[in-house]
């Protein structure tokens, strides 16, 4: 069965055949270091590393997640909390792997940082420059969206429309308000790099088109990342590659994964509901927040909620459940393999909500098996399923006994409780609310008494 993936540019689900036979290559949009990550920024981390893993049974896979380690918003967080900025960089992408390793996401094969590829940027500047698809201005140098004719092709939509949706930046230097920044000055108190346009900085765009032409080749297979970076950031990644490589094409797929919501509202840090993973494996077991952003299916809009949270906890105890206290000797488990059809389904544009399907229609069979030959097999399939897509990674007494990572113990119950009761009697009821929505995220339920506080953990 042919691999087949939805391509943002054609618009259609299509075939998937690599520009070289056996190989693949694969660039995500990773992370800009100035802050933890939320839950919206873990979504295409986890699907990826899932069709990453699907690949690989196939080809030989070079898959590419960057780090964005200059940027304006570093820059400002560093003036924030008065640290240097590879200090804030450095924390924040072992904090960023380490969060994401805690959700099952394996590392990539290569993992560039911007800071490291100022040279290969200049140069596809000045490529751009040479062969007229951009000017310098004011110390600035930008790409003249005139000059390419295929400009838009990605996002499908014409050059107003995308004016009138997304932010442009009008500034005097530029011939037209939709030209896009390749490259701008630095003050002395901002990170620079010497340029034949004098001391600067690269823009965000050209950061990518230069890493991933850096290590996977001036066309690649697959290029990733949230239906958010469609426009600008990928159309624009896409024009200056096309230009400054003679019109090769940038990446023959593109494939997008879809919003995420809060309680069906979008996310925001100035309404409040920006949930951050690095908080939240304190308080759900990674595989839980795994499987909960796997559960729709990767291009729709997820909302996420206290009842998803408890919905894929339930999901995971039933699949534990079902191999908990089976045998299976070595020789079963190295032979086992997931079922066909899960593996039809995440190879059919990764749709998770079959092959999850088929994952508990698995756990049914293995339920109901009553020979222990059978059950044996059956178990070693689950977990060979459960290998494929991340999952089923602990021991299944200790995921019943609370003994996994993220989840709360007894003693971690109570000090959050002593801490809302605490907030409360100060008549800090902004903090005591936030306690108590991390203990329902957690799924344990508590209630008010005279007598004091109770608690006890949702079934």
């Not at 590419?64 to 900025?85: H, L, Y």
């Not at 936030?434 to 007598?451: M, N, W, Y």
Request: hydrophobic residues 40%.
């Amino acid at each position: 069965m042919t691999i087949h993936l939805h391509d943002t540019k054609q618009g259609r689900k299509v075939p998937f055949e690599p520009m070289h036979e056996g190989k693949v290559t694969m660039y995500l949009c990773g992370p800009t270091v100035y802050n933890y990550s939320h839950i919206g920024n873990a979504r295409p981390a986890v699907v990826f590393d899932l069709f990453a893993r699907v690949l690989r049974r196939r080809y030989d896979l070079t898959y590419a997640r960057n780090f964005t380690d200059v940027d304006d918003k570093i820059n400002a967080a560093s003036v924030e909390t008065g640290k240097p900025i590879d200090e804030i960089t450095a924390h924040y992408m072992e904090a960023y792997n380490n969060d994401m390793g805690a959700l099952g996401v394996l590392p990539p094969d290569i993992e560039p940082r911007a800071t490291q590829h100022i040279g290969e940027m200049v140069a596809m500047i000045e490529a751009l420059i040479e062969r007229g698809h951009a000017y310098e201005a004011d110390g600035h140098v930008l790409f003249d969206v005139a000059t390419d004719e295929d400009y838009g092709i990605l996002s499908k939509r014409d050059l107003r429309e995308m004016i009138a949706g997304s932010r442009v930046e009008v500034a005097p230097y530029k011939k037209a308000a939709h030209d896009f920044v390749l490259w701008k000055p630095s003050t002395p108190e901002l990170p620079g790099w010497d340029s034949p346009w004098g001391r600067g900085r690269p823009g965000w765009h050209i950061e990518c088109s230069a890493m991933a032409a850096r290590h996977l080749g001036k066309t690649i297979d697959i290029h990733a990342g949230g239906q958010d970076l469609v426009f600008p950031h990928h159309e624009n990644e896409l024009a200056q590659s096309r230009c400054a490589h003679d019109g090769a094409d940038f990446a023959r797929y593109w494939v997008h994964n879809g919003f995420l919501s809060m309680d069906h509202e979008k996310m925001s840090k100035s309404l409040g509901n920006v949930v951050l993973v690095h908080d939240l494996i304190r308080l759900v077991p990674g595989e839980v927040i795994r499987l909960a952003l796997l559960g729709a299916h990767y291009r729709q809009p997820l909302d996420w909620s206290e009842e998803t949270i408890k919905s894929a906890k339930r999901m995971l105890d039933r699949l534990y459940g079902a191999i908990r206290g089976i045998e299976i000797s070595d020789a079963i488990r190295a032979e086992a393999v997931p079922p066909e059809a899960l593996v039809a389904a995440l190879e059919d544009d990764i749709n998770t909500p079959k092959a999850l399907a088929e994952f508990f229609a698995l756990a049914k069979s293995l339920n109901k098996a009553g020979d222990a030959e059978e059950q044996s097999r059956l178990a070693a399939s689950m977990l060979a399923t459960g290998d494929l897509m991340g999952l089923l990674q602990s021991d299944p007494d200790a995921w019943f006994e609370g003994h996994v990572e993220g989840e709360l113990s007894s003693n971690d119950i109570e000090a959050l409780i002593e801490t809302r009761n605490e907030a409360r009697a100060a008549k800090d009821f902004a903090t005591a609310d936030a306690v108590r929505d991390q203990l329902g995220a957690a799924g344990i339920k508590i209630e008010d008494g005279a007598d004091g506080t109770s608690w006890r953990r949702s079934e």
